[in-house]
């Protein structure tokens, strides 16, 4: 868990004064024309990597470098947070990562990788709404109906997880309704959707952009979003909170993070031109037609968000016994 110290450290480095701007011009100089690596943990072409290649694109202008995206779906995503984290002092190399990687480290026993000491947080990009989606042969039309018929037949329907943010909402909805259902792991959302419409598995909690076709074209039944308030793509969907089950919230934020041996004027350089991506109208636009979202934060709010989040995922973690797939 990481201590306040750490906090207080991670977000010291990240304080921006003048001469801190001067060393800062000094490195995007020295960068100028370099290509620079962004590694995206998740396979390419589902919501996650809509944004990361969106942040790219802008990014590339920002910092007058070409952004290269790469992905690196193994390993939990540990192995492209472990690449970023041993990368050079330069800051050539970026993770992006949903909220819930964060959690990898303690989902995967003894993996030695700390993500607090290891990678420096530059800011929040965006943030991917969920929803809990079945197949349509379920006799349900509610999650209060899910519940019901998942009690019926312990372990027998199988729930869909990819990311830890789906792992936490299916073990949250298993203790919230009393049911047992069996975790069927990929490694995103596009490799699962296949199965979901098959009916190999039964359910998923997943990125509403990743669902929204099939829900259209009813080869899905979207039963609940799993964010505070309804979507505006389908209004007549009730919130979990409203279908009765209030506990089943996980965290959808997706940041840019840089190894925490970069220099903090680096860092600072890096982290004004992901705000700067961020405010560009046509990065939110982009963002909503996906039933995506641009959610912002300085590198001291990203590094107290983790924080938080770290002491939620270990009360969880502990009470489940989870780990990673």
């Not at 919501?47 to 992905?71: C, K, W, Y």
């Not at 779906?73 to 949903?98: I, K």
């Not at 209060?144 to 312990?154: D, G, I, M, V, Y």
Request: aromatic share 4%; hydrophobic share 50%; charged share 15%.
């Amino acid at each position: 868990m990481p201590s306040l110290l750490q906090i207080t450290l991670l977000a010291a480095c990240c304080l921006l004064g003048p001469a801190g701007q001067a060393h800062a011009t000094e490195a995007g100089a020295a960068n100028a024309g370099k290509a620079l690596r962004l590694l995206v943990p998740l396979p390419a072409g589902g919501p996650s990597d809509f944004i990361a290649r969106q942040a790219a694109q802008h990014l590339s202008e920002a910092l007058g470098q070409t952004v290269i995206v790469e992905n690196k779906p193994s390993g939990n995503g540990l192995l492209a947070a472990r690449e970023v984290a041993a990368a050079g002092p330069e800051g050539q190399t970026l993770l992006y990562a949903p909220g819930s990687m964060i959690a990898t480290p303690l989902l995967a026993k003894g993996s030695g990788f700390d993500w607090v000491q290891e990678l420096a947080p530059l800011g929040k990009i965006g943030r991917v709404p969920f929803g809990l989606a079945v197949h349509p042969a379920l006799p349900v039309t509610t999650v209060a109906e899910l519940a019901t018929h998942a009690r019926s037949q312990p372990g027998r329907l199988n729930v869909a997880t990819s990311t830890p943010s789906e792992i936490m909402a299916a073990a949250q909805f298993m203790q919230a309704a009393g049911v047992e259902l069996t975790r069927v792991p990929y490694r995103g959302a596009t490799q699962a959707l296949p199965d979901l419409l098959a009916g190999r598995v039964q359910l998923m909690f997943g990125p509403l952009a990743a669902l929204q076709a099939q829900v259209r074209a009813g080869a899905l039944r979207l039963l609940a979003v799993l964010g505070p308030e309804r979507s505006a793509a389908f209004p007549e969907v009730p919130t979990m909170r409203e279908a009765g089950f209030a506990g089943v919230a996980v965290p959808t934020w997706q940041a840019l993070y840089v190894s925490a041996r970069v220099a903090g004027t680096r860092q600072q350089q890096l982290a004004r031109a992901l705000a700067t991506v961020a405010a560009r109208p046509d990065m939110r636009a982009e963002l909503d037609k996906r039933l995506l979202a641009v959610e912002t934060s300085s590198p001291q709010e990203l590094a107290a968000t983790i924080a938080q989040d770290l002491g939620s995922w270990a009360a969880l973690i502990e009470a489940y016994k989870l780990t990673a797939d």
